[in-house]
Protein backbone atom coordinates (compact mmCIF):
# COMPACT_ATOMS: atom_id res chain seq x y z
CA UNK A 1 0.00 0.00 0.00
CA UNK A 2 1.21 3.49 -0.70
CA UNK A 3 0.43 6.20 1.81
CA UNK A 4 -1.07 9.50 0.68
CA UNK A 5 -1.26 13.32 1.28
CA UNK A 6 -3.08 15.52 -0.61
CA UNK A 7 -3.76 18.91 -0.33
CA UNK A 8 -6.77 20.64 -2.10
CA UNK A 9 -7.16 24.65 -1.72
CA UNK A 10 -11.05 24.57 -0.67
CA UNK A 11 -12.46 22.80 2.68
CA UNK A 12 -14.14 19.20 1.35
CA UNK A 13 -16.99 17.85 3.59
CA UNK A 14 -15.81 15.25 5.75
CA UNK A 15 -18.92 13.12 3.96
CA UNK A 16 -17.34 12.47 1.02
CA UNK A 17 -14.11 10.63 2.58
CA UNK A 18 -16.15 7.22 2.09
CA UNK A 19 -16.70 7.68 -1.54
CA UNK A 20 -12.69 8.95 -1.84
CA UNK A 21 -11.66 5.50 -0.64
CA UNK A 22 -12.03 6.01 3.08
CA UNK A 23 -9.46 8.88 3.42
CA UNK A 24 -9.16 10.95 6.46
CA UNK A 25 -10.19 14.97 5.66
CA UNK A 26 -8.17 17.36 7.72
CA UNK A 27 -9.58 20.88 7.49
CA UNK A 28 -7.16 23.94 7.82
CA UNK A 29 -7.67 27.46 8.86
CA UNK A 30 -6.36 28.61 5.31
CA UNK A 31 -9.27 27.20 3.75
CA UNK A 32 -7.26 24.21 2.63
CA UNK A 33 -8.20 20.53 3.24
CA UNK A 34 -5.87 17.83 3.48
CA UNK A 35 -6.89 14.13 2.58
CA UNK A 36 -5.08 11.56 4.53
CA UNK A 37 -5.39 7.71 3.71
CA UNK A 38 -3.83 4.64 1.18
CA UNK A 39 -4.05 3.41 -1.61
CA UNK A 40 -3.13 0.36 -3.31
CA UNK A 41 -1.46 1.22 -6.07
CA UNK A 42 -0.32 3.82 -8.76
CA UNK A 43 -3.61 3.48 -10.83
CA UNK A 44 -5.77 4.13 -7.74
CA UNK A 45 -3.57 7.25 -6.86
CA UNK A 46 -4.86 8.16 -10.77
CA UNK A 47 -8.18 7.21 -9.90
CA UNK A 48 -8.69 9.43 -6.84
CA UNK A 49 -6.93 12.23 -8.54
CA UNK A 50 -9.65 11.88 -11.33
CA UNK A 51 -12.32 12.03 -8.63
CA UNK A 52 -10.96 15.13 -6.73
CA UNK A 53 -11.16 17.00 -10.81
CA UNK A 54 -14.33 15.90 -11.09
CA UNK A 55 -15.70 17.77 -7.69
CA UNK A 56 -13.73 20.88 -9.28
CA UNK A 57 -11.28 21.11 -6.31
CA UNK A 58 -8.29 22.80 -6.62
CA UNK A 59 -5.05 20.76 -6.52
CA UNK A 60 -2.37 22.18 -4.67
CA UNK A 61 0.47 18.60 -3.64
CA UNK A 62 0.39 15.63 -3.44
CA UNK A 63 2.89 13.62 -1.25
CA UNK A 64 3.57 9.91 -1.75
CA UNK A 65 5.26 7.21 -0.28
CA UNK A 66 5.50 3.35 1.28
CA UNK A 67 3.07 2.71 4.10
CA UNK A 68 4.58 1.80 7.18
CA UNK A 69 1.82 -1.23 8.17
Known sequence: MQRVEIRVKEHLD?????????????????????????????????GLIAKLRDLGLTLIAITSGESTA
Open 14 to 46: TDWADWLGDFTIIHLESNESILLGSVPDQAALY
